[in-house]
């Protein structure tokens, strides 16, 4: 049914809003089975192959990739845009279902090197389906797999650049506490008090759970020959 709506949605023969009010004012059996699958119709698919690829990752919970998604900053020689089947614009992750003939057409084929390409430049990872990904249930299972992992590790690498900048940004502060005179003893638990910019970054680095990794910087800078008797710890 969903599949079927995507279609008729696709060809311009209705709309999902219309398809709604259509279910609301109208009673007849199985009526309630196509409520319940017009709420999992989007709009923007270009094959019922790409929508039984969105159906598959929701059935096993992956859900929130954007239909038909833009990639901005990119687009083909000709001026047309650069458009992935189903993205996760904030993990860049990018999901295309390749059908027969993006092997056996060659232009085809060369622009999708081409995308993916340019694409993988940019960030992205661009995950492959073919008809074997959807054949049975262990393939789909083994598709969900790997599309989870893809999130998760970007996901990490997200977090991991976050944490980067924090160190980065409390080591800085550090230095800079530093090379004004403040001793060091008056860079513990006193240090929170300094005003609602340092409580915020000390508490985030805390959060982010990459105290250890400040405290070791601090070590090292501290472990630096004295510039002058400002330097000197008591």
């Given at each position: 049914l969903v599949e079927l709506a995507e279609s008729q949605m696709r060809h311009g023969?209705?709309?999902?809003?219309?398809?709604?009010?259509?279910?609301?004012?109208n009673s007849f059996r199985g009526r309630r089975k196509c409520q319940l699958a017009l709420l999992l119709v989007e709009s923007?698919?270009?094959?019922?192959?790409?929508t039984e690829l969105r159906l598959c990752l929701l059935s096993y919970g992956l859900s929130g990739f954007a239909v038909g998604y833009v990639v901005s900053g990119i687009s083909f020689?000709?001026?047309?845009?650069?458009?992935l089947d189903l993205a996760d614009p904030e993990l860049k992750?990018?999901?295309?279902?390749?059908?027969?003939?993006?092997?056996?057409?060659?232009?085809?084929?060369?622009?999708?090197?081409?995308?993916?390409?340019?694409?993988?430049?940019?960030?992205?990872?661009?995950?492959?389906?073919t008809q074997l990904d959807l054949s049975?249930?262990?393939?789909?299972a083994a598709l969900v797999m790997n599309v989870a992992m893809f999130v998760r590790v970007n996901r990490v690498i997200r977090c991991v650049a976050y944490a980067?900048?924090?160190?980065?940004?409390?080591?800085s502060r550090l230095e800079?506490?530093?090379m004004s005179g403040c001793r060091i003893g008056d860079l513990a638990h006193p240090m929170l008090a300094r005003g609602p910019v340092w409580r915020g970054a000390v508490s985030s680095a805390f959060d982010e759970g990459i105290?250890?990794?400040?405290?070791m910087r601090f070590v090292a800078f501290r472990s630096r020959p004295a510039i002058s008797s400002r330097f000197v710890v008591p």
């Amino acid at each position: 049914l969903v599949e079927l709506a995507e279609s008729q949605m696709r060809h311009g023969r209705t709309t999902k809003e219309k398809l709604a009010v259509f279910l609301e004012g109208n009673s007849f059996r199985g009526r309630r089975k196509c409520q319940l699958a017009l709420l999992l119709v989007e709009s923007g698919s270009d094959s019922p192959k790409e929508t039984e690829l969105r159906l598959c990752l929701l059935s096993y919970g992956l859900s929130g990739f954007a239909v038909g998604y833009v990639v901005s900053g990119i687009s083909f020689e000709n001026g047309a845009a650069v458009t992935l089947d189903l993205a996760d614009p904030e993990l860049k992750i990018g999901i295309e279902y390749d059908g027969d003939h993006h092997r056996t057409d060659k232009m085809q084929w060369r622009r999708d090197v081409w995308k993916r390409r340019q694409l993988e430049s940019m960030g992205w990872t661009i995950v492959a389906v073919t008809q074997l990904d959807l054949s049975d249930e262990p393939h789909r299972a083994a598709l969900v797999m790997n599309v989870a992992m893809f999130v998760r590790v970007n996901r990490v690498i997200r977090c991991v650049a976050y944490a980067g900048f924090l160190v980065e940004m409390l080591s800085s502060r550090l230095e800079r506490l530093i090379m004004s005179g403040c001793r060091i003893g008056d860079l513990a638990h006193p240090m929170l008090a300094r005003g609602p910019v340092w409580r915020g970054a000390v508490s985030s680095a805390f959060d982010e759970g990459i105290a250890g990794s400040v405290f070791m910087r601090f070590v090292a800078f501290r472990s630096r020959p004295a510039i002058s008797s400002r330097f000197v710890v008591p």
